[in-house]
Every structure is written in C-alpha cells, then in structure tokens.
C-alpha cells in the first residue's frame, strides 16, 4: 500500500472542486462518527452552487492549514459554526472563504445515502440539535 501526504491529497482534491468537479475520499478520522465511520465511508463533495445551510456537511481548512469535514450547526454575521457529530464543542466563527465543499452524498456502510434521505435528514435536522445529549447517546452507540 501507498502512503501519500494527506494535506497534499487533499489539496489536489481542493483543486479539483475548485475547477467544478465531485470528488470521493475515504473518510478518515472519527468526528463525523456515528453518521461516518473511519476508512468505511466515503464522501463525495464539490464546490458549493448554492447558499450554505444548517445541517449541511462541509469541508474547510482550519487557519492552521488542517482540512476538516464538520456539520454547520449555526450561521450567524461574524461566520459559520460548525461541529462534528462525534463532538460536543462548536468551532467557529468560520469564515465562507475558507469553506470550499460541500457534501452531495456519502456512502455509509456500502449504501449510497443523499440528501432527503433519513440517515441524511436524521443527522442534519435532528442530531444536530442534541449536542447536549451527544456525549450520553455516543457512549451507548456501538461502532
């Protein structure tokens, strides 16, 4: 197996959506557990054509130079809010510059789920008002 640079991968990745193409990656990490689980699911995502909303699930880069895939859980004037569904604390204010994908689908335990989809709905419309709850319910989730 090939071990590639995943800031330079993805920064490849950044260029494609930036030419207006989808994109596919593996996840890898654990925040967006239990909707994405580590080198199970995969993520298709492209450059946003629309308004960014509540519950969408974006890819931006942190001022530190790291690439991270959370859940906008609040807009507000000084910038997006987002959080993982694994996590419980809120990053933010986000600037829209430095949001540059949006998630179009992903494939969770080999099934292709979109938005409009329950698992997809669940996540972006009710689990992402149970923050204060999510350190209780993840500990009962089983992996």
């Known amino acids: ?3 590639v640079n995943t800031r330079l991968y ?3 990745l950044r260029e494609l959506t930036e030419a207006g193409k989808e994109v596919t990656l ?4 654990s925040s967006m557990s239990p909707f994405l689980i580590h080198h199970r699911d995969s993520i298709c ?3 946003p054509d629309r308004e960014l909303r509540k519950g969408d699930m974006v890819f931006f880069q ?3 130079g790291a690439y ?10 000084n910038g997006y809010y987002l959080i993982g569904d694994a996590q419980t604390e809120v990053e933010g204010p986000i ?4 949001i540059f994908a949006l998630a179009t689908k992903v494939k969770r335990k080999g099934r292709w789920i979109r938005p409009g989809d329950f698992w997809w709905l669940f996540f972006s419309k009710i689990w992402i008002r149970m923050i204060p709850l999510r350190r ?7 992996f």
């Open 45 to 47: 995502f492209r450059k």
């Open 26 to 29: 593996v996840v890898a990490g």
């Open 95 to 98: 600037r829209r510059e430095q």
């Open 1 to 3: 197996m090939k071990t």
């Open 62 to 64: 942190r001022t530190d």
């Open 136 to 142: 209780w319910i993840i500990r009962m989730y089983p």
């Open 68 to 77: 991270v895939m959370h859940r906008i859980c609040r807009i507000r004037a």
């Open 10 to 12: 993805i920064d490849m």
